[in-house]
Nanobody, 122 residues
Framework: QVQLVESGGGLVQAGGSLILSCVAS????????MGWIRQAPGKEREIVAA????????YYADSLKGRFTISRDNAKNTVYLQMISLKPEDTAVYYCAAVPRSSRDPREYEYWGQGTQVTVSS
């Protein structure tokens, strides 16, 4: 079992920035690939970014490249998502999730946090 707790969401104006954090507990965090996945009202879950166990490989949704950065600190059991130049269309619940290997498919993620709301006002 891996328990995940996100934080850092909130209300921000368009053009602003936020940093989301996800702290893991339970099984060895460093053995899991991690992802940030978001879901807007009425839309399907969309993977935002993913990172492998060591942090050496990352993936970003094409539409988000250059604005979002995923990183991890295995010593702190924490994964981060830095978001800049936020747009109203980035409004969603952002979930942190863990997978035994790296994946771009939200359906493959086994452990999920409770989510943190990000709202971007225009």
């Amino acid at each position: 079992q891996v328990q995940l707790v996100e934080s850092g969401g909130g209300l921000v104006q368009a053009g602003g920035s936020l940093i989301l954090s996800c702290v893991a507990s339970g099984r060895t965090f460093s053995s899991y690939g991690m992802g940030w996945i978001r879901q807007a009202p009425g839309k399907e879950r969309e993977i935002v970014a993913a990172i492998n166990w060591s942090g050496s490989n990352t993936y970003y949704a094409d539409s988000l490249k250059g604005r979002f950065t995923i990183s991890r600190d295995n010593a702190k059991n924490t994964v981060y998502l830095q978001m800049i130049s936020l747009k109203p269309e980035d409004t969603a619940v952002y979930y942190c999730a863990a997978v035994p290997r790296s994946s771009r498919d939200p359906r493959e993620y086994e452990y999920w946090g409770q989510g943190t709301q990000v709202t971007v006002s225009s």
